[in-house]
């Protein structure tokens, strides 16, 4: 099924580890976006790319950093993964105009020994 | 006050009810407004947006109130394929990202 995809589904890291998570979307969306869930926490925005060539904040992004590699790919990367991190991470992308809804990868479940 | 707040349930209901779910958002310049549905250990999608003269869509129905920044969803005639989180979402004020509520939990039983 074509939209966007994540690699990988699933993953267990030690303290320290590093990894970086994969996202693509084949719809020409401009906007991607990587959100963190945890429970009772909702939906929390850690990295966003309004069009390719440029990244922004949002609301937790401290210990990830991201690169928009092209207009299909933003990746996700923790350079010294720490329990905390122990989430589920979303990708999603966004065409950009008025009142476009959001589509989201399958997630990738993250655990962090 | 947090951008997007829900009341996180649970509701409880049984088949065929109506049910209504609330939300608040902070933001006045809030241009577009969405509700999504999750399916426990899933993705959201898309449910539905929400337009300003209120919109329906076969038993669901989404109202905006900007003046109270208030948005609900109401679900007539409950199925048990209803049981799900459902996620207030509101554009925010530079359109570049959607925020998304904590989710309120419905669960339908027979």
């Known amino acids: 099924n074509a939209g966007v995809t994540q690699t990988p589904k699933f993953q267990v890291l030690k303290t320290g580890q590093s990894m970086t998570l994969q996202c693509a979307q084949d719809m020409n969306h401009n906007s991607m976006y990587w959100y963190r869930q945890d429970p009772g926490m909702g939906l929390r925005l850690i990295y966003y790319?309004?069009?390719?060539?440029?990244?922004d904040k949002g609301e937790v992004p401290n210990g990830y950093n991201v690169s928009r590699l092209n207009k299909r790919e933003f990746s996700l990367r923790l350079e010294s993964a720490a329990p905390s991190q122990t989430s589920v991470y979303f990708c999603?992308?966004?065409?950009?105009?008025?009142?476009?809804?959001?589509?989201f990868g399958d997630g990738t479940r993250l655990s962090i020994l | 006050r947090k951008e997007v707040e829900q009341d996180p349930g649970p509701f409880n209901v049984p088949e065929g009810a109506t049910v209504a779910f609330n939300c608040t958002y902070s933001?006045?310049?809030?241009?577009?407004f969405f509700w999504y549905r999750q399916d426990c250990r899933k993705e959201p999608k898309l449910l539905m947006s929400v337009y300003s003269s209120g919109n329906e869509d076969g038993r669901f129905t989404a109202q905006l109130n900007r003046a109270s920044q208030y948005i609900s969803l109401l679900i007539r005639d409950s199925k048990l394929s209803d049981s799900a989180t459902y996620l207030c979402v509101v554009m925010n004020q530079a359109g570049t990202a959607l925020i998304f509520g904590k989710g309120t939990t419905l669960s339908v039983s027979s």
């Open positions: 999603a992308s966004l065409f950009g105009t008025d009142n476009q809804p959001q589509h």
């Open positions: 790319s309004a069009s390719e060539g440029t990244t």
């Open positions: 933001n006045s310049a809030s241009q577009s």
